[in-house]
């Protein structure tokens, strides 16, 4: 398994190169103008569209990819003209790295380390960007001397018209891929419902059980209570006998909370969800998480099953869970990577979650899913427990009639397979 994250950091690399050289060769095709060997080139249309439908790729390696490959096409054909002189090419093509350096650089600054994104942020970042990055390469070729006012205003209206335009045909694009959703936002705010709602149901299931717990100390506690009174001692009596009542009015707050969350996050209420659509939200939430820690993190997903899931809540936490122990394992790993598979037979399900991060010591493989471990602590000290592994699992069999397996190399990577019964996925019922 750890070997398809291999083919998926070469298949990362291949988007890479192949966006190089698309805005390389389009960088060749533009007119001369303000200053010698400047070129209004169609490049800073086609870069943020590659980026904007690219937002996994890490703009700066992006960036460098194309400072390399652009000024190997123009330095080839200013060379093989010989439409002038060997400095000049230099000069030129070192003016190329500097755009598209500064461009992608800034845009990873102002947009791409951003937590939440939107479309109007994207194109006020690429006029910023393509008119910052204009400057830069202008000053480069002018050997610094000031620019005229006409100069800086013909830099922005260039910039302007290049970043409409961009922005035009990638947001038409994007449009017609979301027929049904009327805008990124009520988009974002629909997969942050079902991730939150998918906490609190799995909260709420968990709860339930809790209740048995509860109502035996209530039990054990009366029991006390009546022995205690048999044998004459009233003050350990008294005690008893309000251990029973607080921890019976907990039972009656937790029975009051499960009726009205239990209620409102019932899936017989909802559509059953598309399997697709549950991972889609899935990566998609969880790609908010690795931009807000930072890291760098391609998320990639390979699925072959096309089922509708009644209790989709469940299958989300399993799989957020699974993800975000992958996010937490790669940390500021460079070039992490996350893969899941969904794949099926006439039987089960099977999914898979795969990272190349630290990996699980072998002293530590048969403690993951008992209940209440964690290696994940925060400042001050104190755990960070959250659903759990244990729990988990816990879903995976009662729910899915299902399982979850590990296995893990030190520093190569860990892989979450998880089992799960296809009937019991895709019928309704607790």
Known sequence: MLRNLNFLRYRKYQ????????????????????????????????????????????????????????????????????????SNVLLYTLADIIFFACYTLIYYLLYWRRTFQNNIAFFLTIIICDYLANIAELSFLNHFHPFTLHIIQALFIIALCRSTLAFALAFGVHYVRLLTVSSDSHERQYYHFIWVASAVK?????????????????????????RLKDEQRPEEQAIAYKIAQHVHEIKHSYQNVIKGLGDYFDDSSNEPMLMHDILKIVTSYSQMIIRKKKAA?????????????PQHYYLVTILSNLILNGIDAIEKKPNGEILIQVTEDAKWVYISVTDNGKGIPANLINLIFKPGFSTKFDSSGDIYRGIGLSSVQTIAREQFG?????????????????????????????
């Not at 799995?202 to 009546?226: G, P």
């Not at 990577?413 to 019928?427: I, M």
């Open 15 to 86: 988007r890479i190169i192949i966006a190089s050289i698309c805005v390389a060769l389009a960088s060749q095709i533009g007119v001369n103008a303000l200053v010698p060997g400047n070129i209004i080139a169609i490049s800073a249309l086609a870069l943020p569209l590659f980026l904007y439908f690219n937002q996994d790729l890490n703009p700066l390696q992006l960036g460098l990819a194309i400072a390399l490959a652009s000024p190997i096409f123009r330095g080839f054909y200013l060379f093989i003209t010989q439409e002038t002189t060997t």
């Open 202 to 226: 799995s909260e709420v299931y968990f709860m339930k059980k809790t209740i048995n717990e509860i109502e035996r100390v209530t039990k054990n506690a009366y029991l006390l209570n009546e």
């Open 297 to 309: 993190i391609n998320l990639v997903v390979q699925n072959q099953v096309d089922a509708k899931i």
């Open 402 to 430: 299902g399982q979850i397996t590990v296995d893990s190399t030190p520093e190569l990577g860990t892989t979450f397979a998880v089992t799960l019964d296809r009937n019991k996925l895709t019928t309704t019922g607790e």
